[in-house]
Each structure stands twice: as structure tokens, then as C-alpha cells.
């Protein structure tokens, strides 16, 4: 899968062990591409962990979005292994095949009432187009009771997929 050998590291973390120990609960197994990044950075792999685990527990954000919002980014951008992986977990979550395929396509086809579409477009569009996306933008969702930290969040997790999508690419086989 991957053209290094994912190795066991004795010296991990205490905190990163358990926060493994979680992810071996919900996907039965350690996803691949956390494995890698654990053998090349035990440190950005404990800091990644502690950024999806809070997002998993957003408090105003429904966790599938950020899986979503996944899905359309390495739709647009050509990540084979995310498409693969977050279509799987959305399957798992009760999404049909037909509601994921629509969103690889159009971040508007999110399968959430208005409020929470309107925050999945216009964070794709301050990541995909910066320069259009201004007050206006900001002022439509604040008038539909978001906040700054929760646009923030959106943006910045369409933007790590940039990142985590080349990284995991560039070590696929």
C-alpha cells in the first residue's frame, strides 16, 4: 500500500498509545495512512490524533461534516486513498452510496439542513476561491448563528486535507 513499511516505534507517547487504543475501537483496526504517519513523525501523528479526536466531538458541528468535507476535497483533488477511506466510513455511518457520490461532486449536496450546508460552501470556497470570499460570506453565516471559531474550523479542515491528501499520496505505491 504504502512504499515504507510502517514500523512499531517502542517509544511512543503514553497519551499517543491510547489515543491509538481509541482508533483500534472504532475502525476494528489502526487506519493505514495513520499507521504511516505515526512511523515517520510519532509527534505530528499524536498532534493529527488530538485534532480529529476534538473534532469528533464538536460540540455545534455534526462530525459527519468534517467527513464530508474530506470526501469533496480529495474528490476535487484526486486522492484515491481518502475518497476510498472516508467514502467507507461514511458508508458505515448510514449514508447511501447515491448521497456520497453526489457530494464528491457538489459540497452542496450535503445531506444536512441549510444552516449547516451554507457553513460546508462557503468554507470550500474560502479554501478553493480566497479571493472571493469576503465579509459577505462571513456575514451570511453569522446570520444564521455561526461564529468565527466555527467557520474557522470548517476552513482549516478543508485546508488539512490539502496537506494529509499529498502526504498520504506521496507514499502510496
Same mark, same amino acid.
Given at each position: ?83 476510498? &477511506? #472516508?467514502?467507507?466510513? $461514511?458508508?458505515?455511518?448510514? *449514508?447511501?452510496?447515491?448521497?456520497? !457520490?453526489?457530494?464528491?461532486?457538489? %459540497? ?24 472571493? &470570499? #469576503?465579509?459577505?460570506? $462571513?456575514?451570511?453565516?453569522? *446570520?444564521?448563528?455561526?461564529?468565527? !471559531?466555527?467557520?474557522?474550523?470548517? %476552513? ?18
Amino acid at each position: 500500500m504504502f512504499i515504507i513499511e510502517s514500523q512499531h516505534h517502542d517509544n511512543l507517547s503514553n497519551r499517543l498509545k491510547v489515543m491509538l487504543e481509541q482508533m483500534k475501537k472504532t475502525f476494528v483496526d489502526i487506519p493505514p495512512h495513520f499507521k504511516l504517519l505515526v512511523a515517520l513523525n510519532p509527534t505530528e501523528a499524536e498532534n493529527t490524533l488530538k485534532y480529529l479526536f476534538r473534532l469528533m466531538q464538536h460540540s455545534t458541528i455534526p462530525t459527519d461534516l468534517f467527513a464530508f468535507i474530506r470526501l469533496y476535497v480529495a474528490s476535487q483533488e484526486g486522492y484515491k486513498y481518502c475518497i476510498h &477511506f #472516508n467514502s467507507k466510513l $461514511l458508508q458505515t455511518r448510514g *449514508y447511501s452510496d447515491e448521497s456520497i !457520490e453526489k457530494v464528491r461532486r457538489e %459540497i452542496s449536496s450535503v445531506p444536512f439542513d441549510n444552516r449547516i450546508k451554507r457553513l460546508a460552501e462557503k468554507g470550500i470556497k474560502a479554501v478553493y476561491s480566497p479571493s472571493d &470570499f #469576503n465579509l459577505d460570506d $462571513l456575514k451570511d453565516l453569522y *446570520y444564521l448563528n455561526w461564529n468565527d !471559531e466555527e467557520i474557522f474550523e470548517v %476552513i482549516n479542515h478543508a485546508a488539512f486535507l490539502f496537506k494529509n491528501g499529498k502526504i498520504i499520496s506521496a507514499y502510496l505505491k
